[in-house]
């Protein structure tokens, strides 16, 4: 080939070079509504790097749809801009040094929100999963990705643990009730944070319940003012107010001057709309030594 023939082609190269890099930004940005700085970035690599700059991205985009998109079965996992906020409380000394899980989505930039991710995930995952769900909006797929990986693999596990256990109790293990006790516990840490379909939700809190059940006809006097309260939120979560009441009688019975024993029964009287009930038990708490704390205190003006 000439040297006019050769520099006709490297031309004709850069040229198509150049229309490809356009086309890529104007669908992407304008098409794609993605306006990321590194989307300019791949832009100005692929003309400053002819033909090699387009390959490399090219080649990266299809490595990445063939392994690490692959999807992620979330039948069993709630998520949306109208999921339940996260009730539990992080560890104090932590609180102090790292920003909420929600906030850090809306406003970090993509690289500090997967650092994040991964300090939220090498905690204890479990009293975060209500968190994580969060990240499923993230406008960062590797982000959501990831979170919805970790959310499945902790409701697998979640699923397992309790199936072993319950059944292990259910066949009378000679350490029951004390399995009884750490199942509770365990079980309530996720029920808590409503990550779960509605159905399954159901399903678990019920198995919850009978294993309360079965520790309470066993060993009554060993159930916690907070194992008691927790079966009976649980319960007040699906709606399940016969249930409900019962547990929040025995926690009443059993913890008198616990204040759980008086703001359970509040939210089950405001949920049943038992005004006559509601009012009653405000006055008891009222008359009783137990401390009102500012979270009562608030629940009782908002309620009333």
């Not at 669908?27 to 700085?37: A, D, P, R, W, Y």
């Not at 791949?42 to 985009?61: D, Q």
């Not at 906020?85 to 809306?106: G, H, Q, V, Y």
Request: glycine share 4%; proline share 2%; aromatic share 10%.
């Amino acid at each position: 080939m000439s040297a006019t023939g050769q520099s006709i082609l490297i031309i004709t190269l850069l040229i198509l070079n150049f229309i490809i890099a356009a086309i890529y930004y104007i669908v992407v940005t304008i098409v794609g509504l993605n306006k990321e700085k590194s989307v300019l970035i791949k832009t100005l690599v692929m003309i400053l790097c002819p033909v090699v700059g387009i390959i490399f991205f090219g080649l990266s985009y299809i490595w990445y749809k063939t392994f690490m998109a692959s999807p992620v079965d979330l039948e069993d996992v709630i998520f949306g801009k109208d999921h339940p906020k996260f009730e539990t409380k992080a560890e104090e000394e932590k609180e102090r040094n790292m920003i909420p899980l929600e906030e850090a989505i809306a406003i970090t930039e993509k690289q500090d929100l997967r650092k994040l991710m991964m300090d939220v995930v090498s905690s204890d995952i479990k009293r975060s999963l209500s968190s994580i769900t969060l990240a499923l909006n993230s406008e960062d797929t590797e982000t959501s990705h990831y979170a919805a990986t970790v959310l499945q693999d902790a409701l697998n596990e979640f699923r397992n643990v309790v199936d072993k256990e319950y059944k292990s109790i259910l066949e009378d293990a000679p350490d029951k009730y004390k399995k009884c006790s750490n199942l509770i516990d365990y079980m309530d840490q996720v029920l808590s944070q409503k990550v779960f379909i509605e159905m399954e939700q159901r399903n678990y809190v019920g198995i919850m319940e009978a294993v309360g059940e079965i520790l309470y006809m066993g060993e009554p006097d060993s159930i916690t003012a907070g194992q008691f309260e927790a079966i009976a939120l649980r319960l007040l979560g699906i709606e399940d107010y016969e249930r409900c009441e019962k547990w929040c009688g025995r926690l009443k019975m059993h913890c008198a001057s616990s204040l759980a024993a008086y703001t359970c029964q509040l939210k089950l009287y405001f949920a049943m709309n038992r005004r006559d009930d509601f009012f009653r038990c405000i006055e008891e708490l009222k008359a009783s030594p137990v401390v009102i704390d500012k979270e009562t205190l608030e629940l009782i003006r908002v309620f009333s």
